[in-house]
């Protein structure tokens, strides 16, 4: 059974970075995605990454500040996020999806089985 946990996350000024990781058993095979939650909205996809790494996707508001990276050997996922702004601050969730690839569905929550318990991450301007 795939199990994920998070791990990370913490305060930040405006324009400041944090590293997120994720740590899976057994997904190696399997692509993984951030997803976010503010207080009141919706969870919201940030990230996707296939099984092998090779390629990922970014919900627009995050590209070019945020990077996805996986180790496979050490079974984590990353999410190097740079340039923070206010509007980032959420709960960031890891899931791990039953594909190897980041399918054009890849925001869906819906296509995720397995989630983390979430890490709050809170930018302060």
């Known amino acids: 059974q795939v199990q994920v946990a998070e791990s990370g996350g913490g305060s930040v000024q405006a324009g400041g970075s944090l590293t997120l990781s994720c740590t899976w058993l057994?997904?190696?095979?399997?692509?993984m995605a951030w997803f976010r939650q503010a207080p009141g909205k919706e969870r919201e996809a940030v990230s996707c990454?296939?099984?092998?790494?090779?390629?990922?996707e970014y919900q627009e508001s995050v590209k070019g500040r945020f990077i996805i990276s996986r180790d496979n050997a050490k079974k984590t996922l990353y999410l190097q996020m740079n340039a923070l702004e206010p509007e980032d601050t959420a709960i960031y969730y890891c899931?791990?999806?039953?594909?190897?690839?980041?399918?054009?569905?890849?925001?869906?929550?819906?296509?995720?089985?397995?989630w983390g318990q979430g890490t709050q991450v809170a930018v302060s301007s």
């Open positions: 899931a791990a999806s039953p594909t190897k690839y980041c399918y054009s569905t890849w925001r869906t929550p819906g296509g995720y089985r397995v």
């Open positions: 057994p997904a190696d095979d399997k692509a």
């Open positions: 990454i296939n099984s092998n790494g090779g390629e990922a």
